[in-house]
């Protein structure tokens, strides 16, 4: 057996242990972990979990209005959530992590205790209501153009180095993919490392050990290192093992992972291959860019291709950025397609699905509120992780039509994307099935008819417009 499988077993044996109490006050079977009948999705107090989500911030520590919005979403039935810890002044109320002197410029020895007492803050609302949060420890945004300009680590604006002294400059007006900020390249051996860049890297030590010294107390959190990073995957996995090694220290059950920018053509991908090849460093894969670009069947595509490419070490795939609203020159869409992606990824088999903030997606707009309470009426009826995707059993469907899961001979939902009609083919199943349709665009159900197996039958939607029809086996 690999040894990735081995450690797979050796945690899950662990966790399995409810006498055992973390130094860091939670017990490790209640920790966010794999699923452990079914790793492809998450358990979370010992239970399985699916994870739904949408927010109007990707920030949300640094919102004023906190706990309303959390209680929000915990009404429409999400408990999923992104926090960046980014600090791009976007808006006025946003705090850096250091302290601002009176001459207007950082001491980055010096802590702005409001920007962490938020974060605390944070955690313990999520905590109360059951909200899983994926933090993003980096955003490469924070760091070129205007951003940078008057960020704390940009030279000219603390009193703790130069631009001699750092090996960093105090601009960088290029576009962030370019990948041309020596401050995602300060670990030995990176492109555009040099010696300058090690007072850099104890800054950046400095700041994630603070971070960890919240977070590790609470076991509903995932780590991702960066957002869709161009950067070379040494970077992130630098910090995957700083987390670990610090997790490890204090007996903390954790999982890491990092986002990569070309996540949407991942066949082409070679950070995603180094990723796939390696369950040990990524025991998850947040696979967010896929769900830009790529529109209806072109995106089924390429989850297939990811769903296929983790059968040898089955894991999380995590949406924690679904587009849908912002119609951007990249293909981000309008917010049916959104929707679409949505439920493409539930359907594939992944673990978490969150619409990205407005502008960019759909956030917690009504049309997402319904789609989630939509997802959690399925949920209600078909269990994503006893499912699996059965298209061979549609027949007369046009492209991008349908999208079938099934666990065969009990239960069997079909996802219409903008009504239409499909055969089932129910020739194994000689029961009788109860119909039922869920409407996305309301998050409403209504009853359908019973209906007979042992062959195949015709389901048509009742509406153009986007809808799931579950059939569960009658009279069990």
């Given at each position: 057996m690999r040894r990735s499988l081995w450690i797979y077993f050796l945690i899950a044996g662990w966790c399995s242990s409810n006498s055992l109490v973390l130094l860091s006050g939670e017990p490790a079977a209640d920790r966010i972990q794999p699923y452990t009948e079914n790793p492809r999705y998450w358990q979370f107090e010992g239970k399985p979990v699916l994870l739904l989500g949408g927010l109007k911030d990707d920030s949300p520590f640094q919102m004023p209005d906190l706990e309303a919005a959390m209680d929000e979403l915990v009404s429409v039935g999400g408990n999923y959530i992104r926090n960046t810890m980014s600090d791009r002044q976007d808006h006025d109320y946003e705090a850096y992590p250091y302290q601002k002197r009176e001459d207007g410029k950082y001491d980055l020895d010096q802590w702005n205790?409001?920007?962490?007492?938020?974060?605390e803050n944070l955690l313990k609302i999520t905590r109360e209501r059951d909200i899983i949060v994926q933090i993003e420890v980096w955003d490469r945004f924070d760091y070129s153009r205007e951003h940078w300009d008057r960020h704390p680590y940009r030279p000219s604006n603390n009193v703790n180095y130069s631009v001699a002294e750092s090996g960093l400059r105090n601009s960088y007006p290029q576009h962030?993919?370019?990948?041309?900020?020596?401050?995602?390249?300060s670990i030995p051996g990176m492109p555009l490392y040099e010696n300058k860049l090690d007072r850099i890297r104890r800054y950046q030590e400095r700041f994630v050990a603070k971070l960890l010294s919240y977070s590790l107390e609470y076991g509903h959190v995932l780590?991702?290192?960066?957002?869709?990073?161009?950067?070379?995957?040494?970077w992130g996995r630098y910090w995957i093992n700083f987390i670990?090694?610090?997790?490890?220290?204090?007996?903390?059950?954790?999982?890491?992972?990092?986002?990569?920018?070309?996540?949407?053509q991942p066949a082409r991908s070679k950070s995603y291959a180094q990723a796939i090849a390696d369950p040990e460093t990524y025991p998850f894969l947040d696979i967010s860019q896929v769900n830009s670009r790529f529109f209806n069947e072109d995106q089924w595509v390429r989850l297939k291709w990811y769903e296929e490419q983790i059968a040898a070490h089955p894991r999380p795939?995590?949406?924690?950025?679904?587009?849908?609203?912002?119609?951007?020159?990249?293909?981000?869409?309008?917010?049916?397609d959104g929707i679409e992606r949505f439920w493409r990824d539930l359907f594939v088999g992944c673990a978490a699905m969150r619409h990205h903030r407005d502008i960019a997606g759909i956030g917690l707009q009504p049309l997402a509120k319904n789609c989630i309470r939509a997802a959690r009426k399925l949920e209600s009826e078909i269990q994503m992780w006893n499912v699996d995707d059965h298209q061979e059993l549609l027949s007369d469907r046009e492209s991008d039509e349908a999208y079938l899961v099934a666990d065969s001979g009990k239960a069997y939902?079909?996802?219409?994307?903008?009504?239409?009609?499909?055969?089932?083919d129910l020739s194994s199943a000689p029961y009788d099935f109860q119909l039922k349709w869920i409407h996305i665009s309301t998050g409403e159900a209504e009853q359908g008819a019973l209906?007979?197996?042992g062959r195949k039958i015709k389901i048509k939607a009742p509406a153009t417009a986007p809808c799931v029809a579950v059939l569960v086996r009658a009279n069990q």
């Open positions: 205790e409001e920007y962490w007492a938020r974060f962030a993919h370019r990948d041309q900020q020596p401050f995602f390249h780590y991702c290192m960066d957002n869709e990073t161009s950067t070379p995957p040494a670990q090694n610090q997790a490890r220290e204090k007996e903390a059950l954790v999982f890491c992972t990092d986002m990569f920018d070309d996540g949407f795939l995590n949406n924690t950025k679904i587009y849908g609203d912002g119609g951007f020159s990249f293909g981000s869409g309008r917010p049916p939902a079909i996802y219409f994307t903008a009504g239409g009609e499909v055969s089932l209906l007979n197996g």
